[in-house]
């Protein structure tokens, strides 16, 4: 049987009541048996019998000491008083009280210790257990944040990289229409969103229908008057519960994605109802919603066509805007270069022709072969990508041709970095004078 006699506070109570008896009684008893003519200890100075409570005192504190002490007395009372004691046996009344007051000093002193050890042991229990809290959610964080880094390692969040993505998955359909392409747009948004539960709807007139097209995970019906969809059509973009757009109260959905042509015409919605904790980033939002508006434009024309002739000037026109319309809202770097040939030569028509076989992976191009004019839209790019581009074009032509491009009299007319008015865009997005 466990004794807990280094743990006071565990002992059950019927054993410290027998303890009690038990020192009480030696106490009582102990003196008589080896010292019958003076078990008192009147006469030596220190009245061992005493020892016995003061134990009891120190053990379980004021009340049981006060309760042993009271007991012994009464005990060597009543000894006294029936002759079992020798006559000579006295009863020192004022060491007794002393001793009494001494015991009752130990046992407050016990109490006092007692209470001052309880509440430390709270407070190391509330620690300890805080740290502990603490601990797991380190491990936690730090164990996601390695699978984060694991997952990211090998997979760069570009929006280069996603648009180019977009353009391949979408423009590779044989039917460009919502409902062929939705699992493959919701697929996109969930490799580059990290999305986990989401669904890809129509929309018609600004409304939701159901069911969906696509879904990720297990979703609800959606809730037509949730405030992060009524956000969603009233600003015409992307909303997420970050945004200080949803004001209406709180909503199921963590981001409302509008796929959106550059006329702001909705054709379907992404609604996200649980996305991983670091993609409510703001570069991760805003990589979502420029691969919406080119889910959008994917949709709405049919023509894919990077390198694009003078009939298909009106696309070109769109892509511009919506160029446009992202270095305005997105501050995404853009330019527009106008590149054309004053006088017209074998030499620089080889070169014009390099310059649409060696186009970059976003840029698009209007090319005018007659006239060679050529004009050039640089998604993604900040003023000094676009010098260097120049300086590769000046590098191609000296290699190809073994003279720079003013020697072969081919001009860049026009470098304009986006955003720009709307009535600017389409004058300059000409290919004659």
Known sequence: ?????????????????????????????????????????TQGGFSWPV????????????????????????????????????????????????????????????????????????????????????TRQYHLISSSHDRIEQMLA?????????????????????????????QVIINLFVEYGALEKAGLYKVENNNIVEPPLAVIGKMTSPITSDPLILAMFEEKELVSVKSSKV???????HIAIPLIDVNDTIYGAILVEKVQFFALKENTLTLLAVMAGHV????????????????????????????????????IPAHLL????????????RLMEYLTEARRGLDIYLYDDEKQTLLILMP?????????????????????????????DIVIEQQIALPISKDAIKPLVTLHD
């Not at 977009?166 to 359909?173: D, E, F, H, P, T």
């Not at 004001?247 to 959905?253: A, C, H, M, V």
């Not at 106008?338 to 028509?349: D, H």
């Open 1 to 41: 049987m466990k004794t807990h006699f280094f743990r006071p506070r565990e002992v059950p109570e019927l054993q410290t009541w027998a303890e009690v008896i038990i020192f009480t009684t030696l106490a009582l008893g102990l003196p008589v048996l080896f010292n019958a003519e003076d078990p008192f200890w």
């Open 51 to 134: 020892l016995g409570p003061l134990l009891v005192a120190l053990r379980y504190g004021f009340s049981k000491g006060f309760i042993s002490i009271l007991t012994l007395l009464v005990g060597q009372l009543l000894l006294l008083q029936s002759d079992i004691l020798a006559p000579q046996s006295e009863f020192n009344i004022n060491a007794m009280i002393g001793y009494t007051i001494v015991i009752m000093i130990a046992g407050e002193f016990r109490d006092v210790w007692e209470r001052t050890n309880q509440q430390q042991t709270i407070q190391l229990e509330y620690v300890s257990d805080r740290l502990e809290k603490f």
């Open 154 to 182: 090998g997979h760069t969040l570009s929006l280069r990289e996603s648009l180019q993505a977009v353009r391949a998955s979408i423009g590779q359909l044989k039917e460009r229409r919502l409902d062929s392409a939705a």
């Open 247 to 253: 004001y209406l109260g709180s909503s199921k959905y």
């Open 380 to 408: 993604l790019t900040d003023e000094l990508e676009k010098d260097g581009f120049i300086t590769r074009i000046n590098g191609w032509s000296k290699e190809r041709t073994g003279k720079n491009l003013a020697e072969l």
């Open 338 to 349: 106008k590149v054309k040939t004053l006088n017209i030569t074998n030499e620089s028509r």
């Open 296 to 331: 959008g434009d994917l949709l709405r024309h049919e023509i894919t066509n990077p390198i694009m002739t003078s009939e298909e000037s009106p696309y070109f026109v769109r892509q511009v805007k919506r160029a446009n319309k992202e270095a305005k809202r997105y501050k």
